[in-house]
């Protein structure tokens, strides 16, 4: 068995369709933790059973979440810390602690468009291959060590809301086949198997 942590800010569909790919395996999703208090996410995590925690990042400073979003992670004690929407940068001390064990999705090809409108830049771009990345998690924007990439040839006749749609269903198949990967990885080398 090994454990999942998630950070996320809003929606949250990429967390539950990785707490549902994770349903019929030995892992678990231990905790989600959220930073804004309107997002969907943490419905989701109650009707999926997955215990969540608040960790508004606002009237303090970035260090001072961080420390809060520390305990709970020590505490839970993840092997994997999947980001699944996060609004944020995360710092070096939480990078250090859980180094090569985060991982981020991207609604792009990096290294083009990262940051918070890459579904947009993609579109509005000339570029005819569009997708999806996921990747490690480093302190950059969208910059760590690139695990996976699927991509789409465009019609160029498409809407912006169809570009949308068919980049998460891309996010929807790829970050739970991924995030599984890597769990089963972890799952191996603890076990020695
Ligand atoms: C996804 O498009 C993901 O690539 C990006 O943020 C969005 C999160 O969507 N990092 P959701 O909250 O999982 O529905």
Redesign the pocket.
């Given at each position: 068995m090994a454990k999942a942590a998630f950070l996320?800010?809003?929606?949250?569909?990429?967390?539950?369709?990785i707490c549902e790919a994770m349903e019929n395996t030995s892992h678990q999703p231990v905790v989600l933790i959220y930073d804004r208090k309107n997002a969907?996410?943490p419905e989701r995590a109650r009707e999926l059973e997955v215990a969540s925690r608040y960790v508004p990042y606002a009237g303090r400073s970035r260090e001072k979440a961080e420390e809060t979003i520390l305990e709970i992670l020590d505490f839970f004690n993840p092997d994997l810390i999947v980001?699944?929407?996060?609004?944020r940068i995360l710092t070096e001390k939480v990078i250090s602690r859980y180094e090569g064990r985060i991982i981020?999705?991207?609604?792009s090809l990096l290294p083009a468009y990262p940051g918070t409108r890459?579904?947009e830049e993609s579109y509005l771009s000339d570029d005819k291959e569009l997708g999806?990345t996921i990747h490690l998690v480093d302190e950059g924007l969208d910059s760590g060590t690139i695990l996976k990439q699927v991509s789409f040839r465009r019609e160029g006749t498409e809407t912006l809301s169809e570009i949308e749609e068919r980049?998460?269903t891309l996010?929807h198949t790829w970050y739970p086949r991924v995030v599984l990967e890597l769990l089963d990885q972890i799952e191996t080398e603890a076990t020695g198997r």
């Open positions: 996320a800010s809003g929606n949250g569909s990429n967390f539950q369709a969907k996410v980001l699944a929407g996060f609004m981020n999705i991207h609604p890459g579904i999806i980049i998460h996010e």
